[in-house]
């Protein structure tokens, strides 16, 4: 049995003796395909669709499953069609450029779609009643996630198993389907995590595709094969964010939501991962945190010929919070009040329900983080400040001097999906040792994000924290790590373990091993679709505040403060709590302010700017202290800074914009379009 840790370790740093390299085969376009491939020698093989004995596809959980391997049509240009494995990594490039994929044009696949409606409360009288009405369209773009290490998979036969050693926030999910692959059972496949950069829910679906497809290579040839896609390839064909447009039509009477018509259209390209759990988080989300009185929601998923999309931290709810923040403010502004004020007289209070019928059971504490993020910035004074400036500027007709802006921003963070797999559930097990020490067995992902669990296990079994060690082999099927699921219910097993095993320390000898276990519940009905009614019961709260500078002659935007205050319960590591969310932070700022994929070819990649060395500002945090349970609070810069961005450069530039990231190229065609009055 193979009991090498590979927790530190890249996949494109490991090396299995005597085994194969691989490249990926790849359709050039869409379309019928036919693969034409020379004799090989016998240390060279070409796997196929056709050598798959098993199931050839993924769950993905959208509208259909992902091929392993394209068979007789192509969906979109660059999906995977073989695997060629060769000993020799140098030669091995050399054999895939002599092998063609011809591609015959197909018009037969026709793409799908899939549909949501939820309405709620009298609109139509709403609209009628209404003494203001306020649209926007907002659209984000897609967006590539740019992971810190590439993603891959080993896969070794051992005896009458497998071993895949790959970098996944969903180990389970990677067992399940090698085995449906190789036809076998999932007990005779053991998954082992390999260190993982920050992945931003990037590792969840694509781990398992490349452990299938290098699983396929190495039932074929007998020996450990590795893959690992290069950065070009990351790029181009990886899932990236999907396109969302919504359009927000809100009825306003008395300066108040009446009624709010949403409607979203989000492309998910060819086999979207989480597509229904994605367009019903960013249906949820468009509506914020605030009483809209009616609510009409209609969303459609669509299908295109383009690489697959994915979650892209947060499951969507980053673009729903945009669109409803930067509406939100859009709405102050037309009734010439402080957009923090506003938020404060119609966000959603304690016994109010989401739309989703979740029930606000704490008392959230909005008003609160909304005075303590405007107190941090100074907002109120600076907001109207800029705002006597604005207008003085459009009255004097001039933009020589830098122009300055301040947005904010509400959001809230749950703590599970929606939709769950079936089965699924989480357990940990530990193990109070007769050393002192502790071993503590999960197979979430992401095992380096455990450092909390560590201080409060330590503290509990009175340890240091040294002695606690948490690695995989639980055997349990549980669900991806995402949406801050280990902190929130993995931490929380880990607890009671230890809390277990301490009462149970006065009267029974070590070793004791204790297990506890998590499922998952489906007691509410979301567009008539079973859900689990824990997903947003005990959200994490936050607000952020941004505030911009331009320079109309340098045209460059300079990020003057990025603030932030965050409800995330009880917070057992302030510190990383603290670092990791100003790093998001910057992230969030990062795909705000530059990064945007026009199309997903190679050509996009040396325009692709993530570093944001010239946007670095500082950020300011502060925590609203509380003795509840952790909650999840990891994505909420991703739905928080981008729209307190946007409105403040709206602001600066007194132009709504709308769009997400924002690039310099459409501050330019704003600015250009006022100067000559077309705006």
């Known amino acids: 049995m193979d009991t090498t840790d590979y927790t530190d370790t890249f996949v494109d740093d490991i090396f299995p003796r005597n085994g194969v390299f691989s490249v990926t085969i790849r359709a050039p376009a869409a379309g019928i395909i036919r693969i034409n491939a020379p004799k090989f020698p016998n240390t060279v093989a070409l796997v196929s669709a056709a050598d798959i004995r098993g199931k050839n596809a993924v769950s993905c959980y959208g509208i259909e499953d992902q091929p392993v391997f394209a068979g007789g049509r192509a969906r979109y240009a660059g999906e995977a069609v073989g695997l060629l494995t060769a000993p020799d990594p140098v030669k091995l490039r050399e054999w895939a450029g002599r092998v063609e994929v011809e591609i015959t044009p197909d018009s037969g696949w026709s793409p799908r779609s899939f549909t949501r409606e939820y309405h709620s409360g009298a609109i139509e009288e709403a609209f009628e009643k209404a003494e203001k009405i306020v649209e926007g369209r907002y659209l984000c773009h897609f967006q590539y996630p740019w992971p810190t290490d590439p993603p891959g998979a080993v896969v070794i036969p051992r005896g009458n198993g497998y071993t895949v050693i790959t970098a996944t926030q969903w180990p389970g999910h990677v067992r399940e389907s ?19 950069g920050t992945s931003f829910d990037s590792k969840l679906i694509t781990p398992s595709v490349l452990a299938c497809q290098a699983a396929a290579a190495a039932k074929r040839v007998g020996k450990a094969v590795k893959t690992v896609l290069s950065r070009e390839e990351d790029f181009c064909y ?10 927000i039509t809100t009825a306003v009477g008395k300066g108040r939501p009446l009624g709010t018509r949403v409607s979203i259209t989000a492309d998910q390209g060819s086999y979207g991962h989480f597509g229904v759990e994605l367009l019903d988080r960013i249906a949820l989300s468009s509506l914020g945190a605030y009483n809209h009185g009616g609510v009409s929601i209609d969303a459609r998923l669509l299908e295109s010929a383009l690489p697959p999309t994915g979650p892209l931290a947060g499951f969507g709810m980053a673009q729903g919070f945009f669109a409803a ?13 402080d957009p923090a004020e506003w938020r404060k007289n119609v966000f ?3 016994g109010k329900k989401f739309a989703i019928g979740t029930e606000i059971k704490d008392n959230a504490p909005l008003a609160e983080l909304i005075d303590a993020v405007s107190s941090m910035s100074d907002y109120r ?49 530990a193990t109070f040792n007769k050393d002192g020490s502790v071993d503590i067995k999960t197979d979430s992902g992401c095992l380096n994000a455990f450092s909390p669990a560590k201080i409060e296990a330590a503290k509990i079994l009175g340890v240091s924290e040294d002695k606690i060690r948490i690695s995989g082999g639980s055997g349990i099927n549980q669900g991806p790590a995402c949406l801050s699921r280990n902190t929130v219910i993995v931490t929380r097993l880990i607890e009671r373990c230890c809390t277990a095993i301490q009462k149970q320390h006065f009267r029974d ?19 008539k679709t079973p859900c689990d009614d824990n997903a947003f019961s005990t959200p994490g709260w936050g607000s952020a505040v941004v505030e911009v500078s331009f320079d109309p002659v340098a045209f460059i935007p300079g990020i003057r403060g990025i603030w932030l205050a965050v409800d995330g319960g009880s917070i057992i590591d302030e510190k990383r709590a603290r670092a990791a969310l100003t790093s998001l932070s910057r992230q969030a700022l990062s795909g705000a302010a530059r990064e945007k994929v026009a199309a997903p070819d190679s050509a996009a990649l040396d325009s692709y700017l993530p570093a944001i060395d010239d946007l670095a500002a500082p950020v300011y945090l502060d ?33 709504p914009f709308e769009s997400y990231p924002l ?10 379009a006022r100067e000559t009055g077309n705006q």
């Not at 109207?384 to 207008?391: G, H, K, N, Q, T």
């Not at 990891?634 to 007194?654: D, K, N, R, V, W």
């Not at 690039?663 to 250009?672: C, G």
């Open 178 to 196: 090698v085995a449906a692959v190789l036809g076998i059972n999932a007990k005779e496949v053991t998954v082992k995590p390999a260190r993982s």
């Open 238 to 247: 990886s899932p990236r964010r999907l396109k969302v447009e919504i359009t």
């Open 325 to 337: 923040e930067c509406h939100a403010s859009r709405i102050a502004d037309e009734l010439g009040e």
């Open 348 to 350: 959603l209070h304690r």
């Open 381 to 429: 004074r600076k907001w109207a400040s800029y705002e006597l400036l604005r207008r003085s500027r459009l009255e004097a007709e001039k933009d020589s001097e830098t122009l300055r802006g301040i947005g904010i921003s509400l959001a809230y963070q749950g703590n599970t999906l929606l939709y769950p797999p079936e089965g699924e559930k989480y357990g940990v097990e």
């Open 509 to 527: 000898p070590l070793p004791i091993t204790v297990r506890r276990f998590y499922r998952n519940s489906r007691g509410l009905a979301w567009n």
């Open 623 to 655: 925590f609203l202290w509380s003795d509840s349970a952790p909650r999840g609070i990891g994505e909420l810069p991703f739905s928080l800074i981008p729209a307190a961005y946007t409105q403040a450069l709206s602001q600066a530039l007194h132009h």
């Open 663 to 672: 690039t310099q190229r459409e501050i330019f065609n704003a600015l250009a």
